[in-house]
Every structure is written in C-alpha cells, then in structure tokens.
C-alpha cells in the first residue's frame, strides 16, 4: 500500500481518487459507511415494523406500479399472502372494470405527490382473492427513498359504515315527515320521498342547491344566521319556537310548516337533519276551532244579556210594585225575592266573567253578593261583621245557582232575625272540599240562636222551605245547630260536569 510523502497531509492530495489513501482514513471512512449503512438499515425496519403494526392496511408501490411492500392487514384485507402481492402491479387489487384508467390516475399522482385521500368524490372499491368487491377508503402518502418517490397507501374498508349508511338512507326514505339534510354550508345534501311531495321538486333538482331555495323570500336575508347560529351549538331541538315557520312550493306557493332539527355527525363534517311537518290542515283545522269559539263567545254573551236583562226586568217589576203597597210585611217579600234574582243574576255574571262556561268560581260569586245583600237590608258594617273563608271551590252552573241561593236565604235570615234592634255581632260563611269529592257550605251567626219552640220541620216560612228543597236538589244534607252559634252547614256531593 503505498503512503503519501510526509508533507502532504491525508486528503488534500489534488486526486484523492489517484493517491493511495492512508491506512487510518480508509478504516475511519469504512466505519462511517458501515455506521450508516447500518442506522439506514435499522431506520427502514423500524419503518416496516411500523407500518406491519398499522391497524390500517397499507400497500406501498414504485413509480412502476408494482407492490414493493405490505402489512399485515393487507394480507387480511385483500386475501392474498404476502409472497403473491409482492412485485405485481397493484392493480390486481383493483376491481377489472376501474383498471384500464388506473395506470394513468397513478402516473397523475406521481406528477404531482401530496399526501391526500385517493378518488375524492367517488366510490371506490377493493378486490379480494375470491373475486368479491368491497368499498374501501384509500390515503394516499408519497415517500422520498433511495429509489425514487414511492407511494404508501392506506385503506380501510368501509363495508359497516356503508350499511350503517344504507341503514340510515333507509330509514330516512320511509320517514312519514319530509326530510331534509344540509351540511354547514346550508347545501342540501339528502331528501327523500315525501320531502319531494310535500315541496313539489324532484329530488334531482334539491340536492347540490342552498337550503333557502324552500324558504320563502321574506324570511331568506336572515336565514343564514340562524342556520349559523345553530351549527355553533347544534342540539336536537323545535325550529323557530314561538314564531311561525313556512315553507315554499316548487309552485310559488306557501304553507306553514313545524320543523324539528338534529345535528349529525359525518365523516363529511357536521350536518343537519331537518324534520318538517305540513301543518295546513292542523292550522286549517285551529281556525275553525277559533271561528267555532267565537261564535260561541258571541252566543253566550248574548244569552247572558237575555237572562240578565229579564232578570232585571222583573227586578223592577217587583220595585214597581212594591212602590203600590203599604204592607211593610208584603213590602219585606217583595225584597226577598228581589234578592233571590239578583242572587241568580250574580252567578250568571260570575260565570260570564269568568269565562270558563262550565264551572262559576264561588268564591267571586260570594263577594258579590254578600256587600248587596248587607246594602239590601240597611245593615252596618260595624255593627254586623262578615268573616268569609271559601277554598278554591268550583261549581258547575246547574249546582251553583241552588247553592247560591241558599247562602241568600240563610243570610237573609241571620240579618233579618239573628240581631234585633242595634244588636251587633259577626256573620260567618266558610265552605271547602272534603276529599275532592263533598263541598262542605256553612252559615253560621253569633245572635240570638233559633228558639226551641220552633219546628223546623214544620215551619211555614219560604226562606227555610226554599232551603230544604234546594238541598234535596243538591243530593246533600243539612246540619242545624240552633245556637252559641246558630249554624246551618250542607253537605251536598260535588257534581263531575
């Protein structure tokens, strides 16, 4: 071997490939080439081991489209061992009716390698050894070699997904509601059958255009936001609630709509399922109903002017005629039965006020009724006293009006009777339910009492007679205590309408 003069330094020869290279820097450079050599050999299998552990498989070509390496579940994917994928063209992966273009999408990809996914826009498919197809998902991955670009590509077979998919397709075809799916962009990206009916479109001419195209025009400009403003926080929720919705025709025509949204997730990014609901026969059907209570509304007002009208006709044919008579007692009658119609005349007026046409608020009917009835008799406030305490009681009108006026005649008693002269003391009424079921109606007073002597069976006077008869009416039950205090209390059952 032969050595350079001393004065020359290794490597700065002016030929270093025509001078004998020193012993020393030969084995130095060898060690380096062996160093690399050996961290590239150790980098590609940790590359392999890498890509063989990929739950995707993975399938890696040359620039001549023939398969230079494989993983596992390429082997599971596609069928084939490995030995018979290995130097053949790729496309014996593919399915033969996509292979005469293959070649020349690939040499596509080569003029211009970036990772992406493969055949955006369009199914494709795998072949398996068998001969069977099957939807797959290809990413494609140029990788710089020694060699030249190579390209990694990873598949996934989307067979679940795409029954899952058809599952969904189908579900959503034979919805009874229109449906209609958008993504975030607003673009229609599904209907089905009944949205075609009820729009009046072929699906072809909806899918691909904004979701506007089936809002009418004066709701478009503000449109946009609000489908914005769901996708910024997507929940399954009514649309528009509180306002009213329509949609718009194929035809130009409008109908009010409901429409219930639900955000789905895609592989494609959000999207939004709208479920709408032609409300025009619902809407049509509300109007009638409104139309039909009006008239109703008209029809009562009217009869309750008629009833209380000939109430206050005989009012004052009673007042006419107590202006004709001398008789104090024939006079007093005359008062009572004013006050038993004006009694009627108020529960029509509760009820008519209260708008609930079944049933009349007794506890309203009694503070109108019981300042008149103290009018009616010249009493005092401060010398007679009335405590009422009435729990929410309902009754329905044919119920009453009996009760009413046997509240009339017991407190037309206990103010004719139960305080002679300047006497003074406190009337009490109080009324509640018994288990929902029994209305419990007291009268009570702290005068006089009622005497023993007094049959109350027997007695001869309207005011008691009209009470019994009016509690049988009632189906109830009267309870006398004749003093300390004197107290008529009925019990009478609560009637369901």
């Known amino acids: 071997m032969t050595v350079p003069p001393a004065d020359t330094p290794p490597g700065e020869s002016d030929d270093d490939q025509d001078q004998p290279q020193p012993i020393g820097g030969v084995a130095a450079r060898m060690a380096e080439l062996i160093r690399l050599n050996t961290a590239h050999r150790q980098s590609e299998a940790r590359f392999r081991r890498v890509v063989d552990a ?25 069928g084939h061992p490995r030995a018979e994928m290995m130097g053949q063209p790729v496309e014996m992966l593919i399915p033969a009716r996509f292979r005469g273009h293959h070649p020349a999408l690939r040499h596509g990809f080569s003029a211009e390698p970036r990772a992406r996914p493969m055949g955006a826009g369009r199914e494709l498919f795998g072949l398996h ?11 494609l991955n140029p ?40 993504n975030g962009r607003g673009i229609i990206e599904m209907v089905n059958a009944q949205a075609e009916l009820v729009f009046g479109y072929d699906r072809t001419e909806l899918l691909g255009q904004p979701i506007e195209v089936l809002v009418p025009a004066r709701f478009r400009p503000q449109h946009p936001a609000l489908r914005g403003h769901f996708f910024s926080a997507p929940d399954s929720r009514p649309m528009g609630a ?13 109908f009010p709509v409901e429409i219930g949204l639900n955000p789905i997730e895609t592989d494609d990014g959000p999207m939004v399922l709208s479920a709408i609901v032609d409300i025009s026969d619902r809407k049509q059907k509300e109007e009638s109903i409104r139309q039909a209570l009006r ?20 009012h004052s044919l009673l007042d006419l005629q107590s202006g004709q008579i001398s008789d104090e007692t024939v006079i007093a009658m005359l008062r009572e039965s004013q006050n038993r119609i004006r009694s009627m005349s108020l529960i029509h007026q509760t009820l008519y006020q209260s708008k609930d046409f079944a049933r009349v608020d007794f506890s309203n009917f009694l503070d109108s009724l019981l300042p008149t009835l103290m009018t009616s008799y010249s009493v005092a406030a401060d010398r007679i006293a009335l405590d009422v305490k009435i ?45 929902g079921e029994d209305v419990i109606l007291s009268v009570s007073d702290d005068g006089i009492g009622i005497s023993e002597q007094l049959d109350l069976a027997s007695t001869a006077t309207l005011g008691l007679t009209l009470v019994q008869l009016l509690a049988a009416q009632l189906h109830g039950q009267i309870y006398i205590q004749r003093a300390r205090p004197t107290r008529f209390e009925l019990t009478f059952p609560i009637a369901s309408g």
């Not at 498989?57 to 599971?76: F, L, P, S, Y």
């Not at 008239?295 to 005989?314: A, F, G, M, T």
């Open 295 to 314: 008239e109703k509304d008209v029809l009562l007002s009217e009869v309750h002017h008629r009833v209380k009208n000939n109430l206050q006709i005989i």
């Open 391 to 435: 729990e929410d009681v309902h009754l329905p009108l044919n119920q009453a009006i009996p009760c009413g006026l046997i509240v009339n005649e017991l407190i037309s008693n206990a103010l004719k009777h139960a305080f002679p002269g300047d006497r003074g003391g406190s009337i009490k009424v109080e009324s509640r339910l018994r288990s």
């Open 242 to 254: 509180g306002r009213d919705l329509y949609g718009l025709r194929k035809d130009g025509s409008e």
């Open 54 to 78: 990929s739950p995707s498989a993975m399938v890696m070509i040359g620039d001549d489209g023939r398969i230079e390496m494989v993983n596992t579940q390429a082997e599971r994917l596609f």
């Open 129 to 139: 050894r068998d001969g069977t197809e099957f939807p797959i998902e290809i990413g």
């Open 143 to 182: 990788i710089e070699t020694e060699e030249g670009i190579k390209v990694l590509s990873a598949i996934v077979d989307i067979t679940a997904r795409r029954r899952s998919e058809e599952r969904f397709r189908r579900v959503v075809e034979a919805a009874p509601n229109a449906m209609v799916m958008i």
